[in-house]
């Protein structure tokens, strides 16, 4: 059952520097109607926005984090993004983990999960451990090991119209943590211009 398509105004995560702060270990519920306002994508496996979700990190403990991305209709075709650390929505670069594996049908289900990266066999050649993937992948790439302050960002496309929406499920693991109170992502920009150690140059 489709939900009638408001004009984008503005408001929503449908655009990088509206990214929605990832606070913990939590299942969040969320779904795209549209490509937003602007389209940040450009580099990598994902040619561009279709229907997007955006979300922000900031590592307040490192380990490793990971997620398992559950369409609500299992013939929806989602793929993912993580751009970092220390992203800029205005010039994101390449992606350092990223799925745009098209089988839906067999594998409706995307993430960064080491292990179902490894079990998930697509007979076509994935060597079960991959940090990005093209359209024959089986959804899913390796986790990623973070250190406390590093930020993130992380983009959910959905191929096709049609907001049913998902549960993006966090899984943080070797003692990472978030803050989520992070600054708005807008203010990333600025983490990203501060040099380490400006005395050095
Ligand atoms: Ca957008
Ligand atoms: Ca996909
Ligand atoms: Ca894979």
Redesign the pocket.
């Known amino acids: 059952m489709y939900h009638f398509l408001p004009a984008p105004v503005g408001t929503e995560n449908f655009d990088c520097i509206r990214a929605t702060g990832v606070c913990s270990n939590q299942s969040i519920i969320d779904a795209s109607f549209g490509p937003g306002l602007s389209s940040d994508i450009t580099d990598g496996c994902i040619p561009t926005e279709n229907y997007t979700n955006w979300y922000a990190i900031k590592v307040s403990a490192g380990g490793k984090i990971g997620f398992n991305l559950i369409p609500n209709t299992t013939s929806d075709?989602?793929?993912f993004a993580l751009y970092g650390p220390y992203p800029n929505c205005g010039a994101l670069g390449s992606p350092i983990r990223c799925?745009?594996?098209?089988n839906?049908a067999s594998f409706p289900n995307?993430g960064m999960n080491s292990t179902l990266n490894a079990s998930t066999n697509t007979g076509t050649g994935n060597n079960g451990s991959d940090l990005t993937e093209g359209a024959d992948g089986n959804?899913f790439t390796d986790e990623l090991a973070v250190n406390t302050g590093e930020t993130y960002l992380v983009v959910i496309s959905k191929?096709s119209p049609g907001g049913n929406g998902f549960a993006l499920n966090w899984n943080l693991t070797d003692g990472a943590s978030l803050d989520c109170d992070l600054p708005l992502p807008v203010e990333l920009l600025t983490f990203n211009a501060e040099p380490e150690n400006s005395s050095s140059v």
């Not at 799925?99 to 098209?102: F, G, N, P, Q, T």
Request: charged share 20%.
């Open positions: 075709d989602y793929d799925s745009y594996a098209a839906w995307t959804g191929w």
